[in-house]
Nanobody
């Protein structure tokens, strides 16, 4: 069974850092794209970052570039999202998702077929 499990969410003050983890199981890890998405109530799920686990090419949405870093540890079947200099507007439920390479637009949630359960991130001002 294909499965993704997120962890690392929590409460942090503005300017602080969190590191999210997305642990994968049940599929060949290094031929997938893993994406990070976030969602707030009443809004659509937003793609913020993704990584090709074969060649480790990262992609970022403009609003987080320079603050967030995505990485992949293929030996651990885990993708990380290091979030620095966090802002209150980063508050959301964060999800990771997986899809087999190739992907047309890795920040489009419709491209993905496997999702984790999500982890909550709250940034206080």
């Amino acid at each position: 069974e294909r499965q993704l499990v997120e962890s690392g969410g929590g409460l942090v003050q503005a300017g602080g850092s969190l590191k999210l983890s997305c642990a994968a199981s049940g599929f060949t890890f290094d031929d997938h794209v893993i994406g990070w998405f976030r969602q707030t109530p009443g809004k659509e799920r937003e793609g913020i970052s993704c990584i090709n686990t074969y060649d480790h090419t990262p992609f970022y949405v403009e609003g987080i570039r320079g603050r967030f870093t995505i990485s992949s540890d293929n030996a651990k079947n885990t993708v990380y999202l290091q979030m620095n200099n966090m802002k209150p507007e980063d508050t959301a439920d964060y999800y990771c998702a997986a899809v087999v390479i190739p992907v047309m637009n890795c920040l489009d949630p419709a491209q993905y077929d496997t999702w984790g359960q999500g982890t909550q991130v709250t940034v206080s001002s």
